[in-house]
């Protein structure tokens, strides 16, 4: 029998307009940067990041891509390795230009048909849900779909996946991934200087980092520790200023507290509005994080929760700030 893999989908939010990258393939992006160790190797692409481990795959893209057209392809390049797809699972938030996103990513009712046609047979339990349903203009899309063998199974470790979106970041700060007029550093030099600058160093100072500087604006790093993996990438152009924050840490750990990183990630970018999906087995984490954004001058606006077969309970919670900043 060939072992079982998983795949993990997940659609940043916003198309970034004003360039025209060279993007040659399926997906619509490019490898720009990788490290890796003895449990996974990380990607840093020309639109988000990928993380390959021997029994999984997490891509993240954002913009323009079309990122369910990877589906197909992965699986294939897994059937040839002798691996079974056993589980997948696609999150997004709501498109902030949803007119400028290219099939299959028209509406989330297509997007999970696109997916169930590529997906093999073995894959019958479903389930797609929009938290919450009532606010559109601001909600989480999930769909999990996994084999006969594992639906039931409620995985028993303590791991909790944190997907943020940040955008109208603090102005000053945000332009602190801006490159410097005439500066000729290399992509590493400069990526180096930002993490430092920023502070982004210092959010999992154990991670083994992979940064990358965009020309004339735009970062992307990738932090990998054991077998977690930690990643940020940021559009800091004034009128669409975006981050994104994404990492996977267990609720019980005390020596590096995922909350404290969490908010750690958020002070980098102090930015307008929030949004923090997370995905766990543990019920009580959200309210952590409901109380660790309130020093941070967030205020919790909106609230969902649900439950979905293998993943366990997925949190919405999105947070605005109570004061106007510059
Ligand atoms: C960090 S990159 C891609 C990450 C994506 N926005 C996300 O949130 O996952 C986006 C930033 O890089 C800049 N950029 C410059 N050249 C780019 C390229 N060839 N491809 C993608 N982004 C580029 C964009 O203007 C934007 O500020």
Redesign the pocket.
Known sequence: MSPPFSLSLSL?L?S?PN?S?IKPHAVNCTVVSAVGNHFLDAYVL???SLFVYTNKIVIKT??TTQLLKSVRPLIHFADKLNLMLCECRYTRGSFIFPKSQPFPHTNFKEEVIYIEENLPNNLVYRKAAVMPLKNPSCSWHVFTVTDQNHHRRRSLNSDVTFEVCMTELDRHLAHRFFKKIGDCKTRDLAGKEMTELTGIDDINPSAFICDFT??P????INGIDDDRYSTI?????DSYS?A?FECVGSVYDDDIDIVETLKKAVQVFKPVTVSISMTSNSREVWTKVTRAMEPLGLKCRTFAMDEFPTAGSVVFETFTATTRRK
């Open positions: 940043s916003p970034t360039f990258p020309s639109e988000s954002c913009g965009f020309d604006c735009g970062y992307s990438h940021v559009t800091p152009e975006y994104s």
